[in-house]
């Protein structure tokens, strides 16, 4: 089945947001048998996009939208499938029935602009959203599928999952491709590529290597009649990567690396408490993204100026000797984190995030350390990407560090 996706938006074309939902659906194509042929964005121009609809609609056994489906003048979806397929729109009573239990159930006034969500044509159905005032759509003829769904990625995730990918599942006669992906950090991409390079030949699976923000990433790919029989070869291969790389590997698939430590300190019932610089609580934050967190996380302090960090504990004669941007600050800033919150464990971060220095060191400079009351241990290094990127990475090699403390206590 040959697939391609139109992103609906001028929002998107002026880069007033980003386009995740294309990235989405074309990640999950693979696993339904289907081959994605093309993408396209199209702005909320009637002519446009029906001519992009009635285009894709030649070439494409399968054609999904996203966007376009609210209630005002300029989300034209629907009137773009209408007139690419010469077809009226009605108002489908039903479906307006159900809008106006929506805003009923809200106790809100129902907007008799959403009526226009009600509208369908004689090869449509709608598509429930539970999540939303806007139904998708699902068109079918002369053998072709058309799919319009909420331009919101929740609404847009939550149809895909539940209306879509089933029935799309149930029409697929392609080769179905699998892909499992394992996570690893502490090795550049150079390092993992030589180690698993005799796997490298393999034709099917086969393997990718690829650096990310969270370390870098294997992805192992196999293409087999059923899903199934697909994750049957790639088991072999998993395995000897696994075993190639060890205690690398520290998660698969969807796992985040703050999870993935999260659940080794439940494991081994400790608990953890962060003091942050330059990272403003992003620590804390990514910490605490994970459902379950307050299992073992006991809270954070975010200490931005040296007075602040001398009435937590960190001592300041500890910050007047060595200077705020240092590696034992941020190890003063660990055990005081420990101390203070009364945990098994305690992460300082302390650095500059730039752009301008601070204290003769260059922007991206970054000390980070953990503290078990044992082995404390601290990392210290200057990179530089701007200054989301620099409190991302040092977040990042903060849960790495922790991760490795763990390891080494068992």
Not at 18 to 24: A, E, G, I, K, S
Not at 27 to 34: A, H, N, V
Not at 206 to 215: L, Q
Not at 297 to 305: I, N, Q, T
Request: hydrophobic share 40%.
């Amino acid at each position: 089945m040959k697939a391609e996706i139109i992103s609906v938006g001028t929002e998107i074309l002026l880069g007033d947001i980003l386009d995740t939902n294309t990235q989405y659906i074309a990640s999950r194509l693979p696993g339904l048998g289907i081959d994605l042929y093309y993408t396209s964005t199209v702005g909320d121009n009637l002519g446009r996009l029906t001519e992009a609809v009635r285009r894709a609609f030649e070439r494409s056994d399968l054609t999904i939208m996203t966007g376009g489906l609210g209630p005002t003048e300029d989300d034209l979806t629907r009137e773009a499938i209408a007139a690419a397929l010469d077809e009226e729109l009605y108002v489908d009573q039903a479906v307006a029935d159900r809008l106006r239990a929506f805003f009923t159930a809200r106790g809100l006034p129902f907007p008799e602009r959403n009526v226009k969500q009600a509208t369908l044509i004689a090869s449509a159905r709608a598509l429930p959203n539970p999540r939303g005032t806007a139904p998708g759509w699902w068109v079918e003829r002369e053998g072709r599928v058309i799919v319009a769904m909420p331009g919101p990625p929740a609404e847009m995730e939550r149809m895909w999952n539940e209306e879509v990918a089933p029935e799309l599942a149930k029409r697929s006669t392609g080769a179905v491709i699998v892909s499992r992906t394992l996570k690893t950090i502490g090795l550049g991409e150079g390092h993992v590529d030589e180690m698993v390079s005799p796997l490298l030949k393999s034709a099917n699976p086969t393997i990718g290597v690829y650096a990310k923000m969270d370390g870098v990433h294997l992805r192992l790919t196999a293409k087999a009649a059923t899903a199934a029989e697909a994750r049957r070869l790639i088991e072999p291969l998993e395995a000897e990567v696994r075993r190639i790389l060890g205690e690398a590997i520290w998660g698969a698939d969807d796992d985040t690396l703050e999870g993935a430590v999260g659940r080794m300190l439940k494991e081994r019932g400790l608990t953890l408490a962060t003091m942050e610089s330059c990272t403003g609580g992003l620590l804390a934050d990514t910490i605490t993204n994970v459902a379950g967190a307050s299992d073992y996380f006991k809270g954070g302090y975010v200490a931005y100026l040296p007075e602040t960090k001398a009435s937590l504990g960190v001592g300041a004669e500890l910050i007047e000797a060595h200077g705020v941007v240092s590696a034992e600050v941020a190890a003063g800033m660990a055990r005081a984190a420990r101390e203070r919150a009364d945990a098994d464990i305690g992460i300082g971060v302390t650095g500059v995030a730039g752009p301008d220095p601070l204290e003769g060191k260059p922007p991206g400079t970054m000390h980070i350390a953990v503290d078990d009351g044992v082995s404390p241990q601290t990392i210290s290094y200057t990179y530089y990407q701007g200054r989301l990127a620099t409190k991302r990475r040092a977040v990042t090699t903060a849960l790495a560090l922790l991760r490795r403390l763990l390891l080494a206590r068992g």
